[in-house]
């Protein structure tokens, strides 16, 4: 079978290897579509684990299982999350699922033709695909669940403003779940196509972020915002993060710069204002029960999220679309194609 090994994002390189045959508790998936994650081209944090096999936005159709596997047989539609908490843990009973300190075993990348689900995941990462569910809106399941669990962190609810600092793709999903609450969207790009986009999405106020964007906040909308998501490692972006929350509001870090940035908090200032500055990482469990219910009663939509389906053998070029960002947003990878 084809599987498509990730030395860096110039060196992408389509290679065969045998399919693997289930073990008794295992079972053998056929990938048919996987998205290319804003994560997937972030060097730093994918290097050190190279070279493998990406891709953890998976819309598989089960083709083979374990002779002791009954939960599932071959035909069935499914989701299966990258790694499992162990729901044992100190961690993991205080809901902290990404942090748990049991994860043990991984997806391998769904980069290829067929995925090895692994025991673990068989029992407690699969997730049955409702019929009205296709497999390309499959691969936004994982994506939204972490939108859905920083939004959770930050205590997101109706009637408050919301600012989402980066329409890229997990830019565009926090707007759409804050205008489920429904919340005031402020949305901010250097991309004028994006603010297109994040406009078209629902967001009330979109924000060139070349430009001071906290007067233009508090002169359209009273005050500065409740909760603010920064979407982008920009630097220049957590400066108007600082600049923009309200007092009592919080600042989520769902992206991060560089980890050669240093990032100066004005904590004086934050003090007797009583901000909050909080970090979001993944997902868990309840996260895709969520997500996996947004899509399916199409609470959130996200066809118009896809810009490009593209076969195995031109992932390289779905990689330089997702970096170049210009127009593109989510990119989805067919291997049977
Ligand atoms: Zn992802
Ligand atoms: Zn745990």
Avoid at 24 to 52: N, T
Avoid at 107 to 118: N, R
Wanted: proline share 7%; hydrophobic share 40%.
């Amino acid at each position: 079978m084809k599987v498509s090994v990730w030395y860096n994002n110039e060196d992408i390189r389509i290679e065969e290897v045998p399919r693997p045959k289930p073990g008794d508790k295992e079972m053998l998936i056929k990938v048919i579509s996987c998205g290319i994650c804003g994560s997937d081209i972030v060097e730093w944090y994918r290097q050190p684990r190279a070279p493998l096999v990406q891709g953890h936005e998976i819309g598989a159709e089960v083709v083979e299982v374990g002779r002791a596997v009954s939960a599932y047989k071959p035909g069935d539609r499914v989701f299966v999350a990258p790694k499992v908490p162990c729901m044992q843990c100190a961690y993991c009973k205080n809901g902290q699922y990404p942090v748990c300190s049991n994860v043990k075993e991984r997806l391998p990348g769904g980069f290829s033709e067929y995925v090895l689900v692994p025991q673990a995941l068989v029992e407690n990462g699969t997730y049955r695909l409702p019929d009205s569910i296709s497999y390309d809106q499959s691969t936004f399941i994982e994506p939204l669940a972490c939108v859905v669990r920083a939004q959770q962190l930050a205590g997101v609810h109706s009637n408050q403003t919301v600012m989402v600092l980066g329409s890229g793709m997990s830019g565009l999903l926090h707007v759409k779940l804050a205008k489920t609450k429904p919340c005031r969207v402020i949305a901010t790009d250097i991309n004028p196509k994006k603010l297109a986009f994040a406009g078209n999405m629902g967001a009330d106020i979109t924000l060139d972020a070349a430009e001071n964007v906290a007067a233009p906040v508090v002169a359209e909308n009273n005050h500065r915002a409740d909760v603010v998501f920064l979407c982008t490692s920009a630097m220049s972006a957590i400066d108007q993060a600082w600049n923009c929350v309200d007092k009592g509001g919080v600042i989520v870090f769902f992206a991060v710069p560089h980890p050669d940035e240093k990032v100066t908090i004005p904590i004086n200032h934050f003090w007797t204002r009583e901000i909050r500055i909080i970090t979001s990482y993944y997902c868990g469990p309840p996260d895709i029960e969520a997500a996996i219910n947004l899509i399916e009663t199409q609470a959130i939509e996200v066809d118009d999220l896809i810009t490009r389906q593209i076969p195995l053998q031109d992932i390289a070029d779905g990689f330089r679309m997702v970096m170049e960002g210009q127009e593109t947003l989510k990119v989805i990878i067919k291997p049977q194609h």
